[in-house]
């Protein structure tokens, strides 16, 4: 078996990954199938599409998972999740 490395623009990336995660496949995985899917088609194999308002929808939660983790809420239960809600709704009526 051989190793195939390329390098690609992180968005990029993060994209085409959000995209194969929806379908159910890893990065490695899409590769290896469009690869096996090109010699047998003798070219650009095929179109496998997920529709941009879906894509746009897998991004932005994504993106709220990932500032979830990196404001380190991601854990939280939905109790705590009010209670945060309750303090800071407290916290905003003080200060008016």
Partial sequence: MALLQIRVDEELKNQANAIYNELGIDLSTAIRM?????????????STKVDQLTLNTILAVDKMRTT??????????????NEEIKLARTERKNRK
Avoid at 34 to 46: A, D, Q, R, T
Avoid at 74 to 81: C, D, G, H, K, T
């Fill in 34 to 46: 469009f690869l096996k899917k090109s010699v047998i088609e003798g070219g650009i194999p095929f």
């Fill in 68 to 81: 979830s983790e990196n404001n380190g809420n991601s854990e939280m239960s939905l109790e705590e999740i």
